[in-house]
C-alpha cells in the first residue's frame, strides 16, 4: 500500500517536473523571438475576446426577459467587435495593448506609492515603496519608449512569466522529490 502511494507521487512530481522544463524551455524560446510571442499573445487575447463576446450573447438572450438585453447586446459587440479588431489589425493591436500595459503600470505604480506613504508608520512600508518605484519606473519605460518597444515588449514579459513559472515548477518538484526519497529510503531498507 506504502509502495503504492509511493509511486503516485513519485509519478505526479516526475509529471510536474517535466511540465516546468517544458515551461522553462518555451519561455526561453518566447524570450528569443519576442517579436512573434508578441503577436501570438496579441492574437490569443483576440480569440478570449471573441468567445468571450459569443458567451455574452448567448447569455443575453437567455436572460432577455430579465431586463437590460439591450446593454447585454451592447456589451457582447463590444467584446466581439475589439476581439474582431485585434485579429485584423494585429500590430495595431499590439501598440494598443503596449500603451494599456504603460497606463497599468503607471496607475498601479501611484495606487502603491500612495499606500506606501500611508503605511508609513509601519516597520516593512519601505517595501511597498521599493515596489511602487518600480513598477512606476517600468510604466514610465514603456511609455517612453513606446511605441518602439511595442514589437517585442508584451512577448518578453510574456516569455520571463512563462520561463519563471517552469523554473519555480522544476525547483517544486526537485525539493518534493528530495523530501520524498528519504522516506521511500527508509521503507525500503526494512
Given at each position: 500500500m506504502t509502495t503504492d502511494v509511493s509511486r503516485d507521487t513519485n509519478k505526479?512530481?516526475?509529471?510536474?517536473?517535466?511540465?516546468?522544463?517544458?515551461?522553462?524551455?518555451?519561455?526561453?524560446?518566447?524570450?528569443?523571438?519576442p517579436n512573434f510571442t508578441t503577436l501570438f499573445a496579441?492574437?490569443?487575447?483576440a480569440v478570449i475576446l471573441?468567445?468571450?463576446?459569443?458567451?455574452?450573447?448567448?447569455?443575453?438572450?437567455?436572460?432577455?426577459?430579465?431586463?437590460?438585453?439591450?446593454?447585454?447586446?451592447?456589451?457582447?459587440?463590444?467584446?466581439?467587435?475589439?476581439?474582431?479588431?485585434?485579429f485584423v489589425y494585429p500590430f495595431t493591436g499590439?501598440?494598443?495593448?503596449?500603451?494599456?500595459?504603460?497606463?497599468?503600470?503607471?496607475?498601479?505604480?501611484?495606487?502603491?506609492?500612495?499606500?506606501?506613504?500611508?503605511?508609513?508608520p509601519q516597520n516593512n512600508w519601505i517595501w511597498v515603496l521599493l515596489d511602487s518605484i518600480i513598477t512606476l519606473v517600468l510604466g514610465g519605460m514603456i511609455w517612453f519608449q513606446w511605441p518602439f518597444n511595442a514589437p517585442w515588449l508584451l512577448g518578453t514579459l510574456v516569455g520571463v512569466s512563462i520561463l519563471f513559472t517552469g523554473i519555480s515548477r522544476v525547483m517544486f518538484s526537485l525539493n518534493a522529490r528530495s523530501t520524498s526519497n528519504p522516506s521511500d529510503q527508509a521503507t525500503n531498507a526494512t
Open positions: 505526479d512530481v516526475n509529471g510536474s517536473l517535466i511540465s516546468g522544463i517544458i515551461l522553462s524551455v518555451l519561455g526561453v524560446i518566447a524570450i528569443a523571438a496579441e492574437s490569443w487575447i471573441i468567445f468571450a463576446g459569443f458567451t455574452k450573447l448567448v447569455y443575453a438572450t437567455q436572460t432577455r426577459e430579465q431586463g437590460g438585453f439591450i446593454w447585454k447586446l451592447l456589451l457582447s459587440g463590444l467584446y466581439i467587435a475589439t476581439g474582431v479588431m485585434l499590439v501598440l494598443t495593448l503596449t500603451l494599456l500595459l504603460g497606463t497599468f503600470l503607471l496607475t498601479e505604480g501611484t495606487f502603491e506609492l500612495i499606500l506606501a506613504f500611508q503605511l508609513r
